[in-house]
Nanobody, 127 residues
Framework: VQLQASGGGLVQAGGSLSLSCASSGRTFSSYGMGWFRQAPGKEREFVAAINWSGGSTYYADFVKGRFTISRDNAKNTLYLQMNSLKPEDTAVYYC?????????????????????WGQGTLVTVSS
């Protein structure tokens, strides 16, 4: 599975961005998917995850109510809609695929549990 993230950019605080992650593999629908982010000098952290069907979603507390993860298996694409952006959301955002069940919290939170990663897309939120 090859993943290609896109959609990052510069936005003012309070604005919105929509990230996409296109998969080249035919087995996209077999994987749970997640978004992680990494700010300069910080560890990579979990942002959101979605199960294989799109029927279940999970979020880090700091994005609940602001970000929405979704997927379109027919288009082999993962999305992250980000609203009410804050300067502390500035980071490189990565999409990732896992063969583990993202419904298990310990599975979805650890970046080591993800098998495939996109190259990352930079989101910069100005104050």
């Amino acid at each position: 599975v090859q993943l290609q993230a896109s959609g990052g950019g510069l936005v003012q605080a309070g604005g919105s961005l929509s990230l996409s992650c296109a998969s080249s593999g035919r087995t996209f629908s077999s994987y749970g998917m997640g978004w992680f982010r990494q700010a300069p000098g910080k560890e990579r952290e979990f942002v959101a995850a979605i199960n294989w069907s799109g029927g279940s979603t999970y979020y880090a507390d700091f994005v609940k109510g602001r970000f929405t993860i979704s997927r379109d298996n027919a288009k082999n694409t993962l999305y992250l809609q980000m609203n009410s952006l804050k300067p502390e959301d500035t980071a490189v955002y990565y999409c990732a695929a896992t063969s583990l069940r993202v419904g298990v919290m310990s599975y979805r939170l650890q970046h080591a549990n993800y098998d495939y990663w996109g190259q990352g897309t930079l989101v910069t939120v100005s104050s």
